[in-house]
């Protein structure tokens, strides 16, 4: 049996409207247990039921964290996007547990699982590194480990999302997003800005977003329109990253 949303799903959202949240799960694991689904029509159950997470009960949360990692560990036929979904998703629940360590673990398991031959892999990518850098901000950036982890795993998601721009021929959202920063960018963002002071000192903020924009909008989508595969991206990435993180460090000797 294939899943349907009309047939399956809508009607959680009118037990969810007429009884609670608590009804529409117990009637999502009910749908779960009917049969053996494929690996995307159970995540796409469990990503139903993860809309309701906040307002269920211990027990059913509990419950729907157990199913996810049942899935994440079992023996289907694995659908890649699902997949990472899947772990992005767990990851959202870890974070409103208030279990960040655990919500950059499974956004670990996103990243390992984002299939290189994906049609969204780097879409995928620079959201799951988004995704990290929000939690890394949250923690105390004063701490130079933590503010240097921070700022790879946001620049990071910058510079795949201009990859991700750059795939689409005659893509203008690079040039819309370059007409439409701070200058300050990406240092107007508090977090941003708290972890560049970190590592930087009191030099000046203007400077190293220059060089940033640089990068984002100037060097690297020369670089990736040389790129073979899209998956290139990655080592260009990481050698800019870093790079650019060293001269902070040194910008501070």
């Not at 990406?186 to 903020?205: C, D, I, R, V």
């Amino acid at each position: 049996m294939d899943l349907n949303y009309d047939t399956h799903l809508k009607p959680a959202t009118e037990i969810k409207k007429a009884k609670g949240e608590n009804y529409a799960i117990d009637y999502l694991f009910e749908l779960l247990y009917r049969c053996d689904w494929n690996y995307f029509d159970h995540w796409s159950i469990l990503d139903k039921m993860a809309g309701y997470y906040k307002k269920v009960s211990d027990h059913n949360r509990k419950k729907i964290i157990e199913e996810f990692h049942k899935l994440l560990d079992g023996s289907k036929k694995i659908d890649y996007y699902a997949k990472v979904a899947c772990y992005k998703r767990l990851a959202g629940l870890y974070e409103q547990e208030k279990k960040d360590e655990i919500a950059i673990q499974m956004l670990s398991g996103a990243l390992v699982n984002n299939h290189p031959q994906s049609s969204s892999y780097l879409y995928e990518t620079s959201d799951i590194f988004l995704k990290k850098s929000n939690i890394l901000g949250r923690k105390n950036l004063i701490e130079k480990v933590n503010a240097a982890d921070y700022l790879y795993s946001f620049l990071t998601s910058l510079l795949y999302t201009m990859a991700w721009y750059k795939v689409f021929p005659n893509d203008n959202r690079p040039d819309f997003w370059k007409s439409n920063i701070n200058p300050l960018f990406p240092f107007e963002k508090k977090s941003a800005m708290q972890a560049f002071n970190t590592l930087s000192g009191n030099y000046s903020a203007e400077q190293f977003a220059s060089l940033v924009q640089t990068l984002l909008f100037e060097t690297f989508p020369i670089k990736f329109a040389q790129s073979a595969q899209q998956t290139e991206a990655v080592k260009v990435i990481n050698h800019m990253v870093n790079d650019y993180l060293k001269s902070l460090d040194l910008s501070n000797n």
